[in-house]
T-cell receptor
């Protein structure tokens, strides 16, 4: 596609439910990143993929968070048993090679009520 | 670990004023440095970058110089416009350790330019 696509753009969920957030990177991009943007907290790194493997998962806040990437393309971020503190904008980015510019999607705004 | 510290906002300026947003970093080795901008209702986009010491990145009238001696990458613009109102993020990418090319961001600075 023309850019990084994320879906859904908005998600409201009840506390305790599981959610899946999807990221379609730019075609051919090998590196894929997930970040979380909370008010006043800037961009918090969650996880990075090189191809289908994740060299760095250090930013995942708890074991309720997991992510996978298949076929070196689409990635899914899953949050189990959501909590109100999970409410944030979740951003995905991809880059052609690791050292080149990262392009960001529009994000998924998650609200846990 | 790697970290980026940028001046806290919000910053409010009048049109045609001079802008400086300070950014300092802590990293191992020689990182690449970036400024990203997020306009209202839009995603983050790269504004400019510098990959080695003394490099100057520039775009849309904005400039930033990679200063290794002061570990800084301050963003400047000589004359801001209302359309520059946005959140600005300083970021770094350290040389890879293993295969890790993580981007580390500052907390962002909200700039509002009034007519």
């Amino acid at each position: 596609g023309a850019g990084v696509s994320q879906s859904p753009s908005n998600k409201v969920t009840e506390k305790g439910k599981d959610v899946e957030l999807r990221c379609d990177p730019i075609s051919g991009h090998t590196a894929l990143y997930w970040y979380r943007q909370s008010l006043g907290q800037g961009l918090e790194f969650l996880i990075y993929f090189q191809g289908n493997s994740a060299p760095d998962k250090s930013g995942l806040p708890s074991d309720r968070f997991s992510a996978e990437r298949t076929g070196g393309s689409v990635s899914t971020l899953t949050i189990q048993r959501t909590q109100q503190e999970d409410s944030a904008v979740y951003l995905c980015a991809s880059s052609f090679f690791e050292q080149t510019e990262a392009f960001f999607g529009q994000g998924t705004r998650l609200t846990v009520v | 670990g790697d970290s980026v510290t940028q001046m806290e906002g919000p910053v409010t300026l009048s049109e045609e004023a001079f802008l400086t947003i300070n950014c300092t970093y802590t990293a191992t080795g020689y990182p690449s440095l970036f400024w990203y901008v997020q306009y209202p209702g839009e995603g983050l986009q790269l504004l400019l970058k510098a990959t080695k010491a003394d490099d100057k990145g520039s775009n849309k009238g904005f400039e930033a110089t990679y200063r290794k001696e002061t570990t800084s990458f301050h963003l400047e613009k000589g004359s801001v416009q209302v359309s520059d109102s946005a959140v600005y993020f300083c970021a770094l990418r350290s040389p890879p350790r293993g295969s890790n090319y993580k981007l580390t961001f500052g907390k962002g600075t909200l700039l509002t330019v009034n007519p």
